[in-house]
Each structure stands twice: as structure tokens, then as C-alpha cells.
């Protein structure tokens, strides 16, 4: 049976169906190409030379009823083999390394060509506040640097 009369639904769904086509194209070339911001100044950690750079420029997140801000750790120089666990965090200063051993947060986790972390932080960055990179090498010595946070990620 043939229609009378075209609704507008009928002349234009055609546009829809192509919108749904296109859309996951453009999530694509987004999730191909991010951008993010520049790394830190590299600073020297016994004998590794570590670059920190943020994934984003927005505060900390609620993960697992802590919040967190992701990094990425280019480790420069130094063999990441010799480190039995590293951590990170944002705060005054560095927590010790029994504060890390209560959950999985702040661990450094990657490849020889680089790290991740979810930094330990409070639910805003503060003024006060420093980049605290915690490592224990293999024969228990304890290396601790900070990065100043830059003033785009400091709430006011």
C-alpha cells in the first residue's frame, strides 16, 4: 500500500541513519590524536633522571573513594629494574611509604620507555602543594623528589 502522504519523519530519516554513521568517526580521530600538556622539568632521583607530565589539565578525580590526578613519568636515564616499588603524590609533602602499602593508589606502573601513576591528592591542588615522587630501590634506600606544581592546576 502506498503512502499518500510524506511526513517529515519519512523525508528525513535518511539524515539521522548518516549522523549516527558519521559520529563514531569523529570519536575515533579524537581518541588517535590526543593532546597533552608539556612534560615538567626533569630532575635527578639518585640515578634516574625522571620527566613528569600531567594527562590533563583538570584537579583530581574521585577513583575508588580517593582522589587521584594521572601522570606520566619518562624515565630519561637509569635502569627501572632496580626499583622494587615507587609512588607518587600530591601534597606539602611525601607520604611514607607505609601510608602506599594500605591500597593500590600512587604506584608507578609502565615500561622501560615510561611510567603511570594515579597520584595520591587531596580534592583540590592548593598553593602549598608539591609533586612528591617516592622510590625504594632494591637495597631499601628511599629516594624522594618533589615538582613544583605548575599555577593552571592550583584551585584558588
Known sequence: MARLQTTWWQRNKYL???LILVLPCIYIYQALNP???DLWQEQTVGEFKIAPMP????????HHNE?????FLAFNQGDISNIRQAYLNIGPQP???SE?????????????????????ASATISKGDKLWVTIQTWQ????VQHWTIPSQLIQQ
Do not use: C, R, W
Request: charged share 15%; aromatic share 12%.
Open 95 to 97: 607520604l611514607p611509604l
Open 140 to 143: 631499601g634506600k628511599e629516594l
Open 67 to 71: 582522589y587521584v590526578k594521572d601522570f
Open 55 to 62: 594527562l590533563n589539565m583538570k584537579q583530581p578525580y574521585s
Open 16 to 18: 539521522f541513519n548518516a
Open 35 to 37: 593532546t597533552f600538556p
Open 100 to 120: 602506599f602499602a594500605k591500597g593500590d593508589e600512587g604506584i608507578m606502573h609502565g615500561t622501560n620507555h615510561g611510567q603511570h601513576a594515579h597520584a595520591i
